[in-house]
Each structure stands twice: as structure tokens, then as C-alpha cells.
């Protein structure tokens, strides 16, 4: 992978079958990913980032001003979010079935004495993921009528840079997972954001057009996404 160097930034260089050069701030460190043609030369290509320093510059002070979540031990008495609201986690030692009850500002995480953290993150995890489905899936069902489209395929996972991707031609659909911790709100903006891909795949005015008209808010739910504590694997869209 390719480097290059402009004063005290350095940033990876790909050079990619596109018609446009796109420069990514990526959290949670600010790392700078430029993606350029494969027929630009190295001097246009620095001139073009050249030209957009003071936007890098204030995409990662953006990134190194952002609350971020201690380490996560798994303990009882730690802080976990569901949808945007915080609740304290409380561990219960007891065979059987391991599981996550929600108490009033409880999650009681229901597991064997020789639970490990990395086996209480995994039921949590679980949790996570079956809240997140099913909040997808009531999505869906009303969104892709308003929007006119289908996906083929949808489902959730970890993704380190991204809160979703849409594939175009296979109209398939990923959610990160971490979307579970965030306002309810945050996920539709996600989600209507990768179902208008369906519609057009690239982010022009197009597809500005088509999110103001079906998601006015949109900017606004993006800040509140952005503006949420990072875990130490969270990312910002």
C-alpha cells in the first residue's frame, strides 16, 4: 500500500478504477485514507489533498474531541447502552441458560460462575444483535414501500469504518451491530441512507435529493450518531 507525505500528515494512497479522488478521515485516531484514479498523477493527487488539509485538520480534531466509553470488563455496576440510553449492568452468577433480562435501568446478564468477560461480551453481543433484527425488519417493512425499493438480503455485523454498506448490484445490505447502542433514530438514518443506494449508489446531489425528501432530519440524525460516546471499536459515519 502505497504512502505518501504532506507536512505532518501522513496518509495511505490507493489508486482505484474511479473517476473522482476521495480523501477518508477514519476514526478512531484520524488515520487518512486517500482513494484516487488510477490515471491521476502524484502531483494532481497531492494538490488535491494539498487543497483539503484544513478539512483534514478538522476531521481529526473532531475525532480527538469525542467522549469516549472506558474499557468494558464485563463486571457489574459498568455502564452499557441500549438505544441510546444508559444502563448499569448487573451480573448474576447461576446455572442454566445464559441471557440478558432488562430491568429498569438494568441489564441483568444471567450467567454460569465460570463465565469469562470475553463469555458474558458474547451473550451481551447476542442480545445486541437479535434487539437489532428485529428493529430492522419493522424498518424495513415500512421503508422500502416508501422508497420503492427491495433488498435482496440484509443482515448485521462488526465492521471497523463503516455503520453500513450497501451492495448495489447484489442489493445487499450490512448494519453494524453497534447501531443497537445508539438512538433509534440513528438506525433508520442508516438504514433509509443504504436503501436509497438502491436508488443511486454514489453520494451526489441525486442522492442528497432522495434522503431530503424522504428523511428531512437526516442531517441532524447523522450529528446525533456522530456526537454519541465511541466505544473503542465505534466509528463514525
Not at 463465565?115 to 445486541?128: G, I, K, P, Q
Not at 442528497?208 to 447523522?222: C, G, Y
Amino acid at each position: 500500500m502505497a504512502m505518501i507525505e504532506i507536512g505532518s500528515i501522513t496518509m495511505q494512497l490507493n489508486r482505484k478504477a474511479i473517476k473522482n479522488l476521495h480523501i477518508s478521515v477514519l476514526p478512531p485516531d484520524g488515520r487518512v485514507r486517500v482513494s484516487a484514479p488510477v490515471s491521476m498523477t502524484d502531483t494532481a493527487i497531492r494538490m488535491a489533498v494539498i487543497s483539503r488539509i484544513p478539512w483534514i485538520k478538522k476531521q481529526q480534531s473532531g475525532f480527538a474531541k469525542q467522549p469516549r466509553q472506558s474499557d468494558r470488563e464485563m463486571v457489574s455496576g459498568e455502564c452499557h447502552y441500549l438505544w441510546g440510553k444508559r444502563y448499569r449492568l448487573n451480573v448474576v452468577e447461576r446455572s442454566g441458560k445464559h441471557e440478558i433480562k432488562l430491568g429498569r435501568g438494568w441489564l441483568h446478564l444471567y450467567v454460569s460462575t465460570s463465565a469469562t468477560a470475553e463469555n458474558r461480551a458474547l451473550v451481551l453481543n447476542s442480545f445486541y444483535r437479535d434487539a437489532l433484527k428485529k428493529r430492522i425488519a419493522d424498518l424495513l417493512t415500512v421503508w422500502q414501500s416508501k422508497i420503492g425499493v427491495a433488498a435482496a438480503d440484509w443482515g448485521v455485523k462488526r465492521m471497523k469504518t463503516k455503520w453500513g454498506s450497501c451492495n448495489t448490484q447484489a442489493k445487499r445490505i450490512w448494519l453494524n451491530l453497534e447501531l443497537a447502542k445508539k438512538p433509534p433514530e440513528c438506525l433508520e438514518y442508516i438504514l433509509v441512507h443504504e436503501l436509497v443506494h438502491l436508488l443511486e449508489r454514489t453520494h451526489n446531489e441525486r442522492f442528497k435529493a432522495h434522503m431530503e425528501k424522504l428523511l428531512p432530519d437526516w442531517r441532524e440524525r447523522r450529528d446525533l450518531l456522530n456526537r454519541m460516546p465511541l466505544a473503542h471499536n465505534d466509528w463514525v459515519y
